[in-house]
Structure formats: structure tokens, C-alpha cells
């Protein structure tokens, strides 16, 4: 194993953690879940797979939550059935068990993408199914989203009335600091300065930061490439902008919702660009629903219905009378989505995906096991690499968090809303254009602490009267 000097950093932030409140560590996940680019430590027993700086910090959390049995136990108690964390276990365990078993009862039986790039890295070859070490490194991931879901929902628990809020403030630091590296990747790149970064830049991913499309430069902040940038912004756009519409912390919620846009923009992802365009559809649909059927609506959230579409007219009419700005904006168009499309990657990608439904009809819809196979889509991953079951129990994790009853409190609620529309954008995302089943840290982060309020309700009402709930100490 290669200790990174950001891992150094990243080891020493952790235990400082140790002493501090679960506030804390809520902060140190977000703000290193931007690393994604880097390497705390290349894992050379592995094949080379680099440790995230967000999975130390995790693994920090984890020793923190453990050291006190009050917290564990509220941990542990959200995997109980028939919660959302039971069948998110049930889905975890399932993978852990096809990764070992699945890969060698079909092995050699179907063909698979591997999940690796192979030979000179230039694409992605067809291959008979065998164990690799993509089952070991894409099972621990997706063992982490399972930890990280335990671990802030103990945290949220221990914050008490404060959980989401915390969260919430976070998600805006983290918001603003993503724009600022975006800054600094484009400063350094139009300086020749990129080198500067090199020590962020560590992880063993191919680093896609020096690329133009339309003869703009793909921005990718902290991470390895612009959709990914651009995935990153999407999320935070989404949390914040929905904080916005709810009117909390408005003038700050509204100052990184924008910033956030515009990082979604500058990083021209076709990945993010249709996910903009659903999540703003769905955005106003559902603020046009409240208004019309519950005529409950916020004040932002009204001036978003009703001057919303002459805001998207207006831009259209303005770019359309700059002749350079409508053809720079034409041009992305047609590299982020009409050649795209048709380009040769394009059609490597669904080949990904008819190759993935081959894959579960030909292992009789038990799945190839996680980290065998590369999709282009979260769904067919899900379908290829767990099967039927693994596919039922998954979903039924993610419609039970989706479909949780609200808290009864109207500002915890909004921020609820925020944590559920952040999720819906990750699902948006992996659906168009995720090769894995892992959904993120920061998904199961949100998952995990609006569930912790939502249950704690539920968990209050059925208390007796006079009874009252156990406080847990602090460590």
C-alpha cells in the first residue's frame, strides 16, 4: 500500500474528528466527497484501486460511532426490518455473495464488459465472465454506501433537532467550495499552471482535464473529468436550489444554487445537462403542484412558477440576438448531444447496455455479481450485476426512503424536501449514464439522516405516555 500525502492530511483531519461533535463530521465527508480525483492511498494488493479521501473519513466515523454503545445501537437500529436500511442490507449482503459466488457459477457462461479498461486503455473488451478485482473493489464501495447510511443516521440521532439543518449548511459550504475549484481549474489551465494541482490529481483514473469541447474548456474542478464536475454541481444545485424554493437560509440557499448552475453549465456534460433538464422539469411540476391542488407555496417558490419560463425565454431571445454567443451555444449543443450521440462512444455505450440485459437473461436473472460488467445506466447495472432479487430488494430501499412520511415540523420538512430532491437528481444521473450500482456517499449521507428524523417521529408516537425517549450521552 502507497500513502498519498493527501491521505496524510486526510488522516490527520480524521482524528481530529475523534474529539469533535458529529456536526463535524458531517462537514469533513462533504467537503472531502470533492476529492475525486484523489488518492489518499493506491491499495497496490488490489490491482492498484485508490482509496478515496471521503472513504478514510468514513472509516473515522465509523471508529467514532462504534467507541459509544448508545450510538451504535441507534445505528444498527435502522437496519430493522421493515425499514429502508433492512433492505438495503438484504441488497448489500445479496451483492457481497454474488460478487464471490455468481462470478464463478456462470463463469466463462456469459461475456461481460469489463469494468476495467484493458490492453492499451482505449476501450472497454468484450471478455468471458471470470472473478477480477473489480468484484472486490465495486462490493467494498457498495459495503461503504451501506456503512455511511449506519453511520449519519447514528450522527443524525445524536444532532437531535440540529441534523438536518447541519446537514443543509454543509451541503452550501460545499457548494461554494466546488465553484472555487472549478475557478482554479480553468485559472490554471489558461496559466499552464495545471501542474499545481497535481497533488489533488493522484488517483489511478485516466484524468480527462485538459479537454475542449466546442472550443471551450471542459471544467472538472476536483475531479477526474467534467461529468463527473458536472454530476457534483448537479447534486448541489438541486439541494440548494430546493432550500431556496423553501425559503431556508434563502439569500445564501440562492447565492450557491447559482454558482452551482453555473458550474453545471461550464462543465459541458452531457450527463448534466439532461439531468438539469429533468430535475428543473420536475422541480417546477412539483412547486406548480403545490400551488394548484394544496395552494401551499412559498414565496420563492411562486416567483419560480410564475417568472420561471420568461427567465428560460428571455435567454433564448438574448443569446439568439448575440450571433457569437448562439453559435457558441449551437456548438456545445451539437458535441454534447447530437455527435455525441451518434459517435463512436455513443454506440459503445449501448452496446454496454444490450450486453447487460444478455447478462441477466444468460445467468437466469441471478446477475454476473457487482464489478463484473460496465453498463451505461444505473438500472441496467442494478439488473446485470444483482439480478431479479437483488434488483427487488434495492428498489425497495430506495421507494420506502423516497416515500417516507415527512416530520411534522414545516422547516424540517424543507429541509427533508432538499435531502429527497438532491437523491432524485443522483437517480437521474445514474440512470443516464452511471456503469455502476453504487448511487454515491453522498446520497446514502442524505438517505441516512432524513430517514433518522423521519423514523425518530415514528418512533416518538409510538411512545407511551409519560414515558420519555432515552438521550444519548456525548462522547
Not at 469541447?213 to 473529468?225: D, I, L, N
Request: hydrophobic content about 50%; some cysteine.
Amino acid at each position: 500500500m502507497q500513502i498519498e500525502l493527501i491521505g496524510v492530511i486526510a488522516f490527520v483531519v480524521g482524528l481530529i474528528s475523534l474529539g469533535r461533535g458529529p456536526g463535524f463530521s458531517v462537514y469533513m465527508i462533504f467537503l472531502s466527497t470533492l476529492l475525486g480525483a484523489s488518492a489518499a492511498a493506491i491499495l497496490t494488493f488490489l490491482g492498484g484501486a485508490s482509496l478515496q479521501p471521503a472513504h478514510l473519513m468514513l472509516l473515522f466515523v465509523l471508529l467514532k460511532i462504534g467507541s459509544n454503545p448508545y450510538r451504535l445501537a441507534d445505528g444498527l437500529s435502522s437496519l430493522s426490518f421493515p425499514r429502508p436500511g433492512f433492505w438495503l442490507l438484504i441488497t448489500v449482503l445479496y451483492s457481497l455473495v454474488g460478487a464471490v459466488l455468481l462470478t464463478r457459477l456462470f463463469a466463462g457462461s456469459t461475456n461481460v464488459y469489463a469494468i476495467a479498461r484493458l490492453g492499451d486503455g482505449v476501450r472497454i473488451a468484450l471478455v468471458p465472465l471470470v472473478p477480477t478485482t473489480g468484484n472486490i473493489t465495486q462490493s467494498l464501495y457498495f459495503a461503504s454506501d451501506l456503512l455511511t447510511y449506519v453511520a449519519f443516521y447514528a450522527c443524525s440521532r445524536e444532532l437531535g433537532s440540529r441534523n438536518l439543518e447541519v446537514l443543509c449548511s454543509a451541503v452550501v459550504v460545499c457548494a461554494f467550495a466546488n465553484f472555487a475549484f472549478g475557478l482554479i481549474d480553468v485559472a490554471t489551465y489558461l496559466t499552464g499552471t495545471g501542474e499545481l494541482l497535481s497533488f489533488l490529481r493522484n488517483a489511478g483514473y485516466t484524468m480527462l482535464v485538459e479537454v475542449e469541447m466546442a472550443g471551450f474548456k471542459r471544467v472538472v474542478g476536483s475531479f477526474s473529468e467534467a461529468s463527473t464536475y458536472g454530476s457534483a454541481s448537479l447534486f448541489f444545485f438541486t439541494f440548494t436550489g430546493r432550500l431556496w424554493l423553501e425559503g431556508v437560509f434563502p439569500r445564501r440557499a440562492g447565492i450557491a444554487a447559482a454558482v452551482s448552475l453555473i458550474a453545471v453549465i461550464a462543465s459541458t456534460s452531457t450527463t448534466a445537462y439532461a439531468g438539469l433538464a429533468i430535475v428543473v422539469a420536475f422541480e417546477y411540476l412539483t412547486c406548480l403542484y403545490m400551488l394548484v391542488i394544496h395552494r401551499n407555496s412559498t414565496r420563492n417558490a411562486t416567483i419560480f412558477i410564475f417568472l420561471g419560463p420568461f427567465v428560460v425565454v428571455f435567454i433564448v431571445m438574448f443569446a439568439a440576438l448575440q450571433e457569437a454567443v448562439w453559435t457558441a451555444g449551437q456548438n456545445i449543443y451539437q458535441a454534447a448531444f447530437s455527435e455525441k450521440l451518434s459517435s463512436d462512444s455513443g454506440v459503445e455505450r449501448s452496446s454496454w447496455n444490450y450486453q447487460g440485459l444478455q447478462n441477466l437473461f444468460e445467468t437466469h436473472g441471478l446477475g454476473v455479481g457487482v464489478g463484473s460488467t460496465r453498463t451505461s445506466s444505473w438500472p441496467l447495472a442494478v439488473l446485470a450485476s444483482l439480478g431479479v432479487i437483488g434488483t427487488i430488494t434495492y428498489l425497495a430501499f430506495v421507494l420506502l426512503f423516497f416515500f417516507a412520511r415527512p416530520a411534522s415540523d414545516g422547516r424540517t420538512k424543507s429541509f427533508q424536501k432538499a435531502t429527497r430532491s438532491a437523491c432524485i437528481s443522483q437517480v437521474v444521473l445514474s440512470s443516464i449514464g452511471s456503469p455502476f450500482v453504487d448511487l454515491g456517499l453522498l446520497f446514502f449521507i442524505c438517505a441516512g439522516m432524513s430517514m433518522a428524523v423521519s423514523e425518530s417521529e415514528q418512533s416518538a408516537s409510538t411512545v407511551p405516555a409519560g414515558i420519555k425517549p432515552r438521550r444519548v450521552p456525548a462522547t
